[in-house]
């Protein structure tokens, strides 16, 4: 059986997000937790995904299913580089942020730049928005196309959070779903 783990960003993903909702509705999901979700650092993120993705794939003896959201994105893309990817069966990045742009960045996610440019090892679609304040759409096509992912145009979404007007996203569910 497929493992959804779900991987927010800055702060989590609370009650209202569209990934806590997604959580909810899928019973073989369950969220990555970070040993401190508002000073990230990047090796314990990794770390704690690393974990996650292991005990996912031992417990069920099956494959994973990624949805990061955010500064999920990023630590998904660093841990791609040196993870347990043969358990990854594939991704869903939404609203990943330019780390290499601190003029619209927070400062606390500063120490996940560079973003990494490689083609991720595993099958990933990327979701933009066209208003996101923490990437612009081109970087998010040229971030796409670097890992090797099909963009999805979410249009002028923001950053598709609960800010945002993205509680329970039913376009999120159909995408996984389409994974599993």
Known sequence: MTTVLIVPGLGNSGPDHWQTHLQ?????????????????DLADWMQALEKAVQEAAAERAGQVVLVGHSLGCATI??????GSVAAVRGALLVAPPDV???AVVPAEIWGFAPLPRQPLPFPATVV?????????FARAEAVAAAWGAPLLDAGEAGHINTASGHGRWD??????AGML
């Open 171 to 176: 376009l999120a569910e159909r995408l996984v």
């Open 128 to 136: 933009a928005s066209r208003n996101d304040p923490y990437m612009t």
């Open 24 to 40: 909810a509705r899928l019973p073989q999901a369950r969220r990555v937790e970070m040993t401190d979700w508002d000073r990230p």
């Open 100 to 102: 290499d742009d601190q």
């Open 77 to 82: 893309a660093h841990w791609s580089r040196e």
